[in-house]
């Protein structure tokens, strides 16, 4: 059974770079019709979608993130990351790694837990 | 493409069917998901492409809809069923949420 693991620092200086990692267990990370995306969730609010990489390298961003959004994977430890530049309160939230399917349009069928993310000096 | 849902929040008994409606402001054939994020938790899979059950979700959840209009039914409610429920289309990138229907059990 897949599972999905964030890590990173909870807490983050504005202006400074987020970046998390999520680790992918249980299952094929090298192949398969997989997105490996990245959602959050501001404190009290709803979820946003951050973007996704695939396993070839290519990656696709939310136009409101775009500038600041990097998705890279690593496939020799099943893990794929984010990086997002020049934080400010309002990137203050829970980040979660998840898997798309795209085959059969399944979507999103595996979350991780998420991780809490504070940017704050 | 926005997605809204009705409404924002419900109360309902224990053994009670609700309805949630989830719109969406163009067309996207049946790509809808459904999703339940209980308190403190990470969300959870429901539905995909409007009317399909992820593996393992109970058959008291079911769902319905094309075009712009969907709903999420849950039959049989229980004190677990207590959580936010989300829409998703994905239809088109950027995926898009529904702002959320909190259920509260009475």
């Known amino acids: 059974q897949v599972q999905l693991q964030e890590s990173g620092p909870g807490l983050v200086k504005p202006s400074q770079t987020l970046s998390l990692t999520c680790t992918v267990s249980g299952g094929s990370f090298n192949s398969g019709p997989y997105y490996w995306t990245w959602i959050r969730q501001r404190p009290g609010e709803g979820l946003e979608w951050i973007g996704y990489v695939y396993y070839s390298g290519g990656s696709y961003y939310n136009p409101s993130l775009k500038s600041r959004v990097t998705i890279s994977l690593d496939p020799s430890k099943s893990q794929f990351s984010l990086k997002l530049n020049s934080v400010t309160a309002a990137d203050t939230a829970v980040y979660y790694c998840?898997?798309?399917?795209?085959?059969?349009?399944?979507?999103?069928?595996?979350w991780g837990q998420g991780t809490t993310v504070t940017v704050s000096s | 493409i926005q997605m809204t849902q009705s409404p924002p929040s419900l109360s309902a008994s224990v053994g009670d069917r609700i309805t949630i409606s989830c719109r969406a402001s163009?067309?996207?054939?049946?790509?809808v998901a459904w999703f339940q994020q209980k308190p403190g938790k990470a969300p959870k899979s429901l539905i995909y492409a409007a009317s399909s059950l992820h593996s393992g979700v109970p058959s008291k959840f079911s769902g319905s809809g094309s075009g712009t209009d969907f709903t999420l039914n849950i039959s049989s409610l229980q004190p677990e069923d207590h959580a936010t429920y989300y829409c998703q289309q994905y239809n088109s990138y950027p995926p898009t949420f529904g702002p959320g229907t909190t259920v509260d059990i009475k």
């Open positions: 163009q067309d996207i054939s049946n790509y």
């Open positions: 998840v898997r798309d399917c795209f085959k059969d349009r399944v979507g999103m069928d595996v």
